[in-house]
């Protein structure tokens, strides 16, 4: 089955940096876009970033500048790079696969990796 794990995650100071790792299995890896996305708490999951199976790369505008996402087909593993984190960064979050064959979504996700940033 699809199986998607999430790494990195941590307490880091404001202005640090973390990377996070998501590890795909069970799936065509370079078919799939892959996002991160993130959730803090009273809050609705929101877009951070994502990487077309062509390369083609969305940033949310909270994080332009600060995060890059990125991703190795080789490894089956998607990346996002996160510098000068600030205390609004603090979040659980999540790795997603999606690919549409016709009419039909295949979405996944991972368990999420809980990112605290402190002031």
């Known amino acids: 089955q699809v199986q998607l794990v999430e790494s990195g995650g941590g307490l880091v100071q404001a202005g640090g940096s973390l990377r996070l790792s998501c590890a795909a299995s069970?799936?065509?890896?370079?078919?799939?876009?892959m996002g991160w996305y993130r959730q803090a708490p009273g809050k609705q999951r929101e877009l951070v970033a994502d990487?077309?199976?062509?390369?083609?790369?969305n940033y949310a505008e909270s994080v332009k500048g600060r995060f890059t996402i990125s991703r190795d087909n080789a490894k089956n593993t998607v990346y996002l790079q996160m510098n000068s984190l600030k205390p609004e960064d603090t979040a659980v979050y999540y790795c997603?696969?999606?690919?549409?064959?016709?009419?039909?979504?295949?979405?996944?996700w991972g368990q999420g990796t809980q990112v605290t940033v402190s002031s």
């Open positions: 997603s696969a999606h690919r549409r064959v016709l009419t039909y979504d295949y979405d996944y």
């Open positions: 069970g799936l065509t890896f370079s078919m799939y876009a």
């Open positions: 990487i077309s199976s062509a390369g083609s790369i």
